[in-house]
């Protein structure tokens, strides 16, 4: 008996070790996997993934990994194969944040702004102390139309995170919609002070253009035509301040320059008559 007894205890004793072992290989596979997802290398952490969940199919970590590689196939542009790696981890885990905010993104950048919707309205009735689904869904409730909802998102946002790159961004959009030019400036001027990019720069210009400040409006647009000089907005607003300044004809070529550069001509003639 105690050599039975013996026996089942070195049994036992092996089998932890052996897990020990695997669960020590699975987290440097899973470790390796982010460490190729951080350096680009996407075919290389796809391959771990799987890897590791192939090694312990059932380790209740797996679904994140999952979530992971829905990710990293969508960054490879393989955005099928990603939504159906995310929908099956939904499946698994239909209450997750995570599976659903990263579905949210591909549905997004694929068009599917309705699907997108759905995961965001879900993601705030789980959590509605994650910041990011208010601004996501904000900017789809302001590109559909829905102001008054976007207005309460990004309030909501501002509220849960006050400094945010994004709370600025949501914020300056919607008060350039409203026309509340002189609002807009002190957000776009946050945005700027972090990243002078030509797409701020071209915002900024434009509520200087309707607040009267065309000094500062001709130093954002020339700014911004550096470091973008194929900006059709860029031309349209210098050619507004053109006009403004009675350069009749210098305003005209712009205003044509927009035009070839994909601006809407209805949005020029707009702006110009």
Request: aromatic share 6%.
């Amino acid at each position: 008996m105690k050599f039975i007894l013996s026996l089942l205890t070195l049994i036992t004793a092996l089998t932890v070790k052996a897990d020990i072992a695997n669960e020590g290989i699975y987290l440097r596979i899973v470790d390796d996997a982010d460490a190729a997802v951080k350096a680009g290398d996407f075919a290389q952490a796809e391959k771990l993934y799987i890897e590791a969940m192939d090694l312990q199919p059932d380790n209740p970590g797996n679904i994140l990994l999952m979530s992971n590689l829905g990710m990293v196939r969508f960054y490879m542009g393989q955005d099928s194969l990603a939504l159906a790696t995310l929908d099956r981890a939904n499946s698994i885990a239909p209450r997750s944040t995570t599976i659903l905010n990263n579905r949210a993104r591909v549905r997004l950048v694929n068009g599917m702004a309705a699907e997108a919707l759905n995961d965001y309205n879900l993601v705030i009735e789980i959590d509605p102390k994650q910041p990011d689904p208010y601004f996501y869904r904000g900017m789809i409730e302001l590109s559909s139309g829905m102001i008054n909802q976007a207005e309460d998102d990004f309030t909501t946002l501002e509220m849960l995170d006050p400094e945010g790159e994004n709370t600025a961004l949501a914020k300056a959009r919607l008060l350039v919609i409203q026309h509340k030019y002189s609002q807009a400036l002190q957000y776009l001027n946050r945005l700027i002070s972090k990243e002078k990019s030509s797409d701020y720069l071209a915002s900024r210009a434009l509520c200087h253009l309707m607040t009267g400040n065309l000094g500062e409006a001709a130093e954002d647009i020339a700014d911004g035509l550096e470091l973008a000089p194929d900006d059709g907005m860029l031309y349209l607003y210098r050619a507004m301040l053109n006009k403004q300044r009675y350069q009749t004809k210098q305003a005209k070529l712009d205003g044509q320059r927009a035009i070839e550069l994909g601006v809407n001509p209805k949005t020029v003639e707009s702006f110009l008559k």
